[in-house]
């Protein structure tokens, strides 16, 4: 049996060379605690595709509602339909909002919410419409696998069909919620009810297929075992090679504060930036890692600039479904402190948009530049 050792130094050579790692080099990782040269393999992905740039956004939430019909157990943030914290905004509500982003300069809203018992389709395009009247040059970032699968639902209409309703009303790229664990082990524990696995993939098959950007997520430390992690990378890596629509991972840590798991105890350091380097490394086609500080904590998302991020995500504000689950990161901070904190790890922080080109702002406005190139390294991936 080659010890764990043996096994890193093949890995060492494999990424060196831009091979792809296996499933099995995966597992390799996992069993391996020498975070150092996990980190420092993770970093040669990272700067081929990067470089030493270190992206960031400025951009704001939206949860149009936190009624859910479905229960997940890792979920702080639903609330029943008679619940007295239940809420939907209206259209001021929306309004209002997509405008205060408008004025603080944000070139990106996130909307993701629940998945309401009573409300039609037309709401959520709607949302969308209402957003994009009140601030047309702000790019919608909407709707997760899961709430478009609650949409042909409720529309009867096939996927396609719905996602195009969303983009003739103005949606730009969907975020990469409701992941959660692929393998049905896991995920019929935890998430059962909602959108399968192959439907969560068929909805960004079919977005790639009509154009739009998508990104990925992947929820751990939670009941998952390192096989799940893996396995779960495997499936990304494979639907990006089909289709290459995927722009960004985030793995996100699990806080289990008022969630049905609240047992569970929080992910450790070493295992989220264990978890940042071994995707970075397993999703060799992914041109983006993403450590979200919301979730991380300001402090591990620093560091994970050097263990394969390369994106801070955004100055984010009105972060809700963290926030419910006893996150204690701020619910902003600001482009000045987001900048020190990227170049405090030698990093060049560059804002972006969310189709990453490089922002330029002038006094008051801001436009979207050119595609950021890397050009210190040629090729890009493996
Ligand atoms: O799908 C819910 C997760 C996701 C908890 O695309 C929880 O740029 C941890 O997907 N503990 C929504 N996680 C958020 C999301 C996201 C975030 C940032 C950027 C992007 C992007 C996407 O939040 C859900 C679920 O996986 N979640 N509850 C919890 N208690
Ligand atoms: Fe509903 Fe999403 Fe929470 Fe699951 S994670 S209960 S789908 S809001």
Redesign the pocket.
């Known amino acids: 049996m080659a010890t764990v050792a043996a096994e890193l130094r093949k890995i060492r050579d494999k990424v060196e060379a831009g091979q792809r790692l296996t499933f099995e080099d995966g597992m390799t990782l996992e069993a391996s605690n020498d975070i150092f040269t996990i980190g420092e393999l993770a970093n040669i992905v990272r700067e081929r595709y990067n470089g030493n740039f270190g992206y960031y956004n400025v951009n704001t939430h939206i949860n149009p509602t936190n009624v859910c019909v479905y229960k ?1 157990d ?4 639903r609330a029943d339909l008679d619940d007295k914290r239940a809420y939907t905004m209206d259209r001021d509500q929306i309004i209002e909002r997509a405008k205060q982003a408008h004025d603080r300069g944000a070139t990106e809203l ?1 909307i ?1 919410g629940g998945l309401h018992h009573k409300l039609p389709f037309q709401y959520y395009v709607d949302v969308v419409k209402w957003v994009k009247e009140a601030a047309p040059e702000i790019h919608v ?1 909407a709707y ?1 696998g ?1 709430e478009v699968e609650w949409f042909v639902k409720i529309d009867r209409k096939p996927i396609r069909d719905i996602l195009q309703a969303l983009i003739d009303a103005g949606l730009g790229s969907l ?6 664990i692929f393998h049905p082990e896991v995920r019929e524990q935890i998430c059962g009810a909602k959108a399968n696995t192959e439907t969560w993939l068929e909805v960004h098959r079919t977005a790639h297929q009509l154009g739009l950007k998508s ?1 990925a ?1 992947m ?1 751990y430390g939670h009941i998952e075992k390192a096989q799940h992690r893996i396995d779960h990378l495997m499936r990304l890596r494979e639907l990006q090679d089909e289709t290459g629509g995927f722009q ?1 991972f ?1 793995p ?6 008022h ?1 049905r798991m609240d047992e569970i105890p929080k992910p450790s350091g070493v295992m989220d930036l264990k978890t940042m380097a071994i995707s970075r490394l397993m999703l060799d086609n992914f041109p983006h890692i ?1 450590a ?1 500080w ?2 991380l904590g300001i402090k591990i998302a620093q560091v994970a600039l050097k263990f394969g991020a390369d994106d801070l ?1 955004g100055t984010v504000v009105h972060e809700t ?2 926030h ?2 006893g996150a204690e990161t701020p619910q902003e901070i600001s482009v000045k402190e987001i900048r020190r904190l990227i170049a405090e790890t030698g990093r060049e922080p560059v804002e972006r948009d969310t189709l990453y080109h490089k922002v330029e702002r002038s006094e008051g406005s801001w436009r979207a530049g050119d595609a950021i190139k890397v050009t210190a390294l040629a090729g890009v991936g493996r």
């Open positions: 997940c890792f979920c702080a943030f996130h993701v970032k997760t899961v975020p990469g919620g409701g992941a959660e990104n997520t929820l960004t985030i996100l840590a699990f806080h289990p504060d969630s993403k979200y919301v979730m995500d479904i963290y419910a689950a």
